[in-house]
C-alpha cells in the first residue's frame, strides 16, 4: 500500500517495492484528485508487480526497472558492429545460461552476489552431469575455468551496459570467480604439430601465426579487439633497419628481434601491398576472436588434443628459446613479463622435456 502524506504545501506518496522505500513528491498546487489518482494507480501496479503479473514502473524505460533480458539486447545490439559474431554469440550465450538459473525478468538493480553463487554451483552441478552421462575422466579445474569464462562473458555484457548508459554504473555486480590451480603448466607444440597446424591455416591467419610463433606475441599485442580500434601491430612497428618489431601490450612495450624467416614472410606481404601500404595500417586486419576461431579451427583439423588456440603458440615460443640455451632472463625480456616469477613456470616445462629427451636417447 502507498501512504498519503502532506508536506508544506504538496503531497508526497511513499511506498514499498521489493523491500525499498520508493517516495514520490508532488510539486506545489498538484490537486488533491490527482495525488489520488496517481496513488490508486501505484497501489495498483505494486498488486500487479508482486502477482508477478507485470513489471512495475512509473516509467518503464527508467533504469531502475530494465531486466537482465532487456539489458542483455540493447548490450548485443549495440555491440554488433564493433565486435565478432562470434564475440556476441559467447556472450549472448553466457547470459542465456546466466539467465536460466536466476530468471529473464530479475531486474538489473536487484541483481546480487548470490545470484552469480547461485549460478556458479547450477554449472558446476550441470558440468558434472554432462561429464558422467559421456564417461569422462572428471577434472574440477577445468570445468571451473569453464565457468570462469562464462563469468567473463557476464561481466563484459554488465559493464558494456554501463559504458554505454544502459544501466548507471552502481548497478555494476561484483563477480567473484572460482578458484582454480594456477601452477598447472604451460602446454605447448613441438615442431611437426607446428608445421601440421599452420597447413590448415591460409592468409593473413597464416601470417598472423607466424608472427605469434616467432616472436612469442600475445593476441592482443599484433591483433585489434574490434573493427575501428587503434590497437594492435601496425606497419609502422616494424623497423627494417634495425630489425626488430615494436609490441605493445599491458601498458608495456617491448622489442623483439625479427628472425629471417619471419622478416621474409612480412616483405613478401608488404610487396603485395605494394604503393598502397599505409604504415598506420594493421598488419593482420582480422579481429581478435576472428583469429581465435580460424587457429582453434585449424588445431582440431590437425588432430591436435592440446588445450589452448593462440596462447600456445606464445608458450611454444618461450619453451623453444630455453630449450635452445636462452636464459631465464632472455625469455623475460623476449616475452614482456614484469616479473621473472612469471616466467619461470617454463624452466618447469624445459626440465620435463630434458628429462624426456634424456631418456629417448639412452634407451
Same mark, same amino acid.
Given at each position: %500500500? ?67 533480458? =532487456? %539489458? ?22 553466457? %547470459? ?66 554501463? #559504458? ?16 582454480? =590451480? ?68 599491458? #601498458? ?17 606481404? #608488404? ?21 581465435? =576461431? ?56 624445459? #626440465? =620435463? ?11
Amino acid at each position: %500500500m502507498a501512504h498519503l502524506r502532506k508536506v508544506g504545501s504538496g503531497y508526497q506518496l511513499q511506498y514499498y517495492l521489493n523491500g525499498r522505500k520508493r517516495v514520490k513528491q508532488f510539486s506545489k498546487g498538484t490537486p488533491l484528485a490527482v495525488v489520488t489518482a496517481e496513488k490508486k494507480r501505484i497501489e495498483s501496479e505494486i498488486a500487479l508487480h508482486k502477482a508477478g503479473l507485470k513489471r512495475f514502473g512509473e516509467n518503464p524505460q527508467a533504469a531502475e526497472f530494465v531486466t537482465l533480458a =532487456d %539489458m542483455t539486447e540493447q548490450v548485443l545490439a549495440a555491440k554488433r558492429h564493433e565486435v565478432a559474431p562470434e564475440t556476441i554469440a559467447r556472450n549472448r550465450y553466457a %547470459m542465456q545460461l546466466f539467465m536460466q538459473v536466476v530468471g529473464t525478468h530479475l531486474l538489473v538493480s536487484e541483481v546480487k552476489p548470490t545470484h552469480f553463487d547461485r549460478f556458479k554451483n547450477a554449472r558446476f552441478e550441470a558440468v558434472v552431469r554432462f561429464y558422467g552421462e559421456r564417461g569422462w575422466p572428471l577434472n574440477e579445474d577445468k570445468i571451473k575455468r569453464g565457468i570462469n569464462k562464462e563469468l567473463e562473458n557476464i561481466r563484459t555484457v554488465f559493464f558494456t551496459a554501463a #559504458k554505454k548508459g544502459i544501466i548507471p554504473s552502481h548497478f555494476l555486480p561484483r563477480i567473484e570467480r572460482l578458484k582454480v =590451480d594456477r601452477k598447472r603448466l604451460p602446454t605447448f607444440l613441438n615442431k611437426v604439430e607446428v608445421n601440421d597446424m599452420a597447413a590448415h591455416l591460409s592468409g593473413e591467419a597464416l601470417l598472423a601465426f607466424w608472427i605469434i610463433r616467432y616472436t612469442g606475441a600475445r593476441r592482443s599485442e599484433i591483433a585489434r579487439k574490434f573493427l575501428g580500434d587503434a590497437r594492435g601491430l601496425k606497419w609502422q612497428h616494424i623497423d627494417w633497419t634495425r630489425n626488430t618489431i615494436r609490441l605493445y601490450a599491458k #601498458k608495456k612495450e617491448r622489442l623483439v628481434p625479427m628472425h629471417p624467416k619471419l622478416r621474409q614472410l612480412l616483405g613478401e606481404k #608488404k610487396e603485395t601491398l605494394g604503393g598502397e601500404l599505409n604504415p598506420e595500417a594493421h598488419v593482420i586486419s582480422l579481429v581478435r576472436d576472428t583469429l581465435s =576461431d580460424c587457429f582453434a579451427k585449424a588445431r582440431v583439423k590437425a588432430g591436435i588434443t592440446k588445450p589452448g588456440a593462440v596462447h600456445i603458440l606464445r608458450h611454444t615460443a618461450a619453451t623453444d628459446l630455453l630449450s635452445s640455451g636462452g636464459n631465464i632472463r632472455e625469455a623475460q625480456e623476449f616475452l614482456g613479463h614484469s616479473s621473472i616469477a612469471v616466467t619461470e613456470i617454463y624452466t618447469h616445462v624445459v #626440465k =620435463d622435456r630434458l628429462e624426456s629427451a634424456v631418456l629417448r636417447a639412452f634407451d
